[in-house]
């Protein structure tokens, strides 16, 4: 049995906003899934959708086993934390931690265990007596998270919880967040604008777009294999380079034709493309897939494309090559060695088994 499950979930706000359109979705018990989008696509919304912040305009909010539609939040069984840390100023920790406890009229003894073993698991002990206003920003996150871990609620819901922490803090409280999990082993549904927080946090990666659920897998099939154009170009950085150009068949082959240069398509994927020969064609490449011919051991000259480099950035581990291939402007990870001059000419290796195409029209995944 899933812990949340929405079904055919739409959200109309007044004023005829469609902020969330027939979302299906089943979030497994334990599992930590991350919902993942640009500003504005409705992740918020579905998150309220869960909580009982907001009623779904149609379709059923499902979690553990009950259907939730007119439940109110706190009947619900879940515990939300924003990224507004909203820790009463004037009261220590330990009385945060413990507020939400007492207004259920728990025993003082066992508010107390409970606060306590929260601040265990969060290394916040020694922050007890302490007022918000003499911790840093990474601490009243911990404290904002130990409110929720206390309440040991059935779905812990996470609203960009972590958007204004600086950028250190923020990828440190991400596998903070992330051991949590392990931990505590609850369900665990987390909304971020950040691709990096849903590769690096998710069991699976649900990517919404304008209201709609684009894709929902594990973080490697969501790489690898995106449905899409949009999901392709969200996650992932630097992102997917994007080529427009056609299909062309020469002597009983298949080639991607840019116009300037023509690169062979593998045999493996060559079947599934087949239908587009002599149309337009949207390829697809990461930025890892293309590699400097010079430092390409084997020769491959029908992979080739030559590039002239525009800007280098060195990385220290690694180098962003910002070319120009044709009509077409790419970005390559070489190795931390590459450093072609500015106004270089170089071949590019392209390496065509990772490589995606695209109905220019539809802009949905063929291969
Ligand atoms: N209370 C509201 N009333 C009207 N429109 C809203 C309301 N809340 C959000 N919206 C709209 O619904 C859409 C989705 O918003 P939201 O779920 O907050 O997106 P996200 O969290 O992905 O940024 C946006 O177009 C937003 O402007
Ligand atoms: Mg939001």
Redesign the pocket.
């Known amino acids: 049995m899933s812990q949340v499950t929405l079904r055919n979930v739409t959200k109309i ?3 005829n ?1 469609l ?1 969330v359109k027939e979302a299906s979705l089943a979030v497994e018990n334990h599992e930590f899934v991350v919902v993942v ?1 640009p ?7 579905v998150l309220r959708m869960i909580a009982g912040l907001e009623e779904a305009t149609s379709g059923e909010v499902w979690i553990g086993g009950r259907m939730v539609n007119g439940v109110p939040p706190k009947d619900r069984d879940i515990a939300m934390v924003f990224h507004i840390y909203a820790l009463y100023p004037h009261m220590t920790v330990y009385d945060n931690m413990a507020f939400g406890l007492k207004l259920r009229s728990y025993q003082r003894k066992e508010i107390d265990a409970r606060v306590k073993e929260a601040a265990q698991i969060l290394g916040i002990e020694h922050l007890l007596a302490r007022k918000p206003k003499e911790l840093s920003g990474g601490e009243r996150q911990r404290v904002a998270v130990g409110r929720t871990i206390v309440r040991k609620p059935l779905v812990f819901l996470f609203d960009e919880p972590l958007s204004n922490l600086d950028a250190k803090l923020r990828v440190q409280m991400r596998t903070e967040i992330h051991k949590l999990h392990l931990r505590l082993k609850s369900t665990m549904v987390y ?1 971020t604008h950040d691709q990096a927080e849903a590769m690096t946090m998710g069991d699976r990666i649900v990517v919404m777009k304008d209201g709609l659920i684009q894709q929902v897998a594990d973080p490697m099939t969501i790489y690898d294999h995106p449905v899409n154009k949009f999901v392709a170009s969200f996650i992932g950085n630097p992102p997917m380079n994007f080529l427009r150009g056609r299909m062309l068949r020469q002597s009983g082959k298949l080639y991607f034709d840019e116009g300037r240069f023509k690169i062979k398509v593998i045999d493996e994927m060559a079947a599934k493309l087949a239908a587009y020969t002599g149309k337009p064609m949207l390829f697809g490449i990461r930025p890892e897939d293309i590699y400097d011919k010079l430092f390409v051991s084997e020769s491959v000259p029908e992979n080739i494309a030559p590039a002239t480099v525009e800007v280098v950035e060195p990385m220290g581990s690694e180098v962003y090559l910002y070319l120009r291939a044709g009509s077409h402007t790419l970005i390559a990870r070489v190795g931390a060695h590459d450093r072609p001059e500015i106004n270089q000419d170089i071949d590019l290796v392209f390496d065509m088994s990772q490589v995606h195409f695209f109905d220019p029209d539809t802009e949905q995944a063929i291969v």
């Not at 500003?39 to 919304?45: A, D, P």
């Open positions: 706000y007044p004023g906003v902020a989008g500003s504005g696509c409705g992740k918020t919304t909304v």
